[in-house]
């Protein structure tokens, strides 16, 4: 299995989903605290707080979805942030 900071670059690198693609606004803090910790950048409680706070978010927007697709990548996203904590906790 890859490392969990070359995981998390390759889902930041993804193509998205056209369900999400088609609101898509860059740079949601879900993905800068995902990139920053691909790019080792360093964790503070605060920034820890924030990552808890989106995976609440992920939950409500995982049960919004309407495609298969977007459900699929949400959910891995929620993976990916859970372990990043898991880590950085």
Request: hydrophobic fraction near 40%; include cysteine; charge should be negative.
């Amino acid at each position: 299995m890859k490392d969990l900071r070359q995981r998390a670059w390759l889902f930041l690198e993804e193509s998205l989903p056209d369900e999400i693609a088609i609101g898509y606004v860059p740079g949601s803090l879900t993905e800068m605290i995902i990139g920053n910790y691909a790019s080792g950048g360093k964790f503070t409680p605060e920034l820890v707080s924030m990552a808890k706070l989106c995976l609440k978010e992920l939950d409500h927007t995982i049960s919004s979805v309407y495609t298969e697709a977007a459900r699929d990548y949400f959910i891995r996203c929620r993976r990916l942030l859970t372990e990043i904590l898991q880590e950085v906790s």
